[in-house]
């Protein structure tokens, strides 16, 4: 049990001391606001996108994937979602938070803290932790596209809906209608540099596949062929997790919640302790005592990844840009984060005792 409770310790205590070091840097003021700021576009306009090419790039085999991992998760994606839109609405009369709180139930931190997460889960056996970081990327490049279009989903329905508004003589005015940009909205999803990378990946792999179809081998990679570029981008991914984790925490701020305690707890509660029930049992049952699932220690790493962890940061700057509560949206970032240290732990902890996740 020992052994259990310390591997689970550490699996988790590195991603919660980089989240510290950056906010303890921050706050000794070793850190301005400018460079979180520029460290923030940094890691999600060219780090990240790197590492999510790089991890769809090093799939060597997609007949190895296990598809019927890929269809659970994004039908569980749909489900969250459609249960946290029912929960936004019970829970508040602002539409400028239900979509926020609506984004916090579904949309997870799964291509920063995810990826760090499901890879120490890997265990020690080898190859297990590149095995573990093919079965990631391959669920990343179907689920983090439907995360982006479901927030845009998600922010548009509820920022649109206006109030009605009354002149000084109590005259009903003409509400003003935000209509949003279909237009605009897919050039939003298309350019999305996390998007970017992972469609970069997946032609990459295409073409090579079309390389061994046509010539019996791939006669052009771009590891053998392209050392060079194939060295900066796998550099760019090893500084991926611990800069993003840093900056994660260096941007914490600690404001009041006064007026939003309620919905800070609702939406905390739901992406904490609510999703992974949701995602990670219903996976648990129907593999473990059904013949409709069959997920292993390969498998259950990406799926703790997936629906366990806090709510992405980038949830917090779409929510300012389409006009949403992004003070909400930044505090539940916070928050969740905080509280996931208790609740992952306690994930990884019940399933490492029950035999599911490599000790």
């Known amino acids: 049990m020992f052994n259990i409770f310390m591997t689970a310790v550490n699996a988790i205590l590195p991603i919660v001391l980089l989240i510290v070091l950056g906010y303890v840097l921050k706050k000794i003021k070793f850190f301005s606001k400018e460079f979180l700021k520029i460290g923030n576009k940094l890691v999600f306009n060219v780090a990240l996108p790197a590492m999510l090419f790089v991890n769809v790039y090093s799939i060597d085999d997609l007949t190895d994937v296990n598809w019927s991992l890929v269809i659970y998760c994004v039908i569980i994606v749909f489900v969250i979602f459609f249960l946290g839109l029912l929960v936004s609405i019970l829970t508040t009369k602002d539409?400028?938070?239900?979509?926020?709180?609506l984004q916090c139930t579904y949309?997870?931190?799964f291509a920063i803290i995810g990826v760090s997460l499901a890879a120490s889960l890997a265990g020690t056996a080898a190859g297990a932790a590149d095995t573990v970081n093919a079965v990631v990327a391959i669920i990343q490049a179907f689920t983090i596209p439907i995360f982006n279009i479901l927030a845009v989903i998600a922010l548009t329905v509820f920022v649109n809906k206006q109030p009605q508004q009354f002149d000084e003589n109590g005259m009903l005015?003409?509400?003003v209608k935000k209509h949003t940009s279909v237009k605009k909205i897919i050039l939003g999803i298309v350019k999305n540099p996390l998007i970017i990378g992972i469609f970069a990946g997946l032609c990459c792999v295409g073409v090579r596949y079309a390389e061994i179809a046509i010539c019996g081998y791939a006669p052009f990679t771009i590891a053998d062929d392209l050392p060079f570029l194939y060295s900066v981008l796998t550099s760019l991914k090893s500084m991926t997790t611990p800069l993003a984790l840093i900056v994660l925490g260096g941007q914490f701020?600690?404001?009041?919640?006064?007026?939003?305690?309620?919905?800070?707890?609702?939406?905390?509660?739901?992406?904490?302790?609510?999703?992974p029930l949701i995602g990670v049992g219903c996976a648990v049952l129907l593999s473990e005592y059904?013949?409709?699932?069959?997920?292993?220690?390969?498998?259950?790493?990406?799926?703790?990844?997936?629906?366990?962890?806090?709510?992405?940061?980038?949830?917090?700057?779409?929510?300012?840009?389409?006009?949403?509560?992004?003070?909400?949206?930044?505090q539940l970032v916070v928050w969740?984060?905080?509280?996931?240290?208790?609740?992952?732990?306690?994930?990884v902890f019940i399933l490492m005792s029950a035999g599911l996740l490599a000790v």
């Open 173 to 175: 005015l003409a509400p």
């Open 253 to 275: 701020e600690f404001s009041a919640v006064k007026g939003m305690t309620k919905e800070i707890i609702v939406a905390t509660v739901f992406r904490l302790i609510v999703a």
């Open 336 to 347: 969740t984060s905080l509280c996931s240290i208790v609740t992952l732990f306690l994930t």
């Open 95 to 101: 539409n400028r938070r239900r979509g926020v709180i």
């Open 290 to 330: 059904t013949s409709l699932l069959s997920f292993g220690q390969t498998e259950y790493p990406a799926l703790i990844a997936l629906f366990g962890t806090p709510v992405a940061v980038s949830s917090a700057i779409m929510a300012g840009e389409m006009g949403a509560d992004d003070q909400l949206a930044g």
């Open 107 to 109: 949309r997870s931190n």
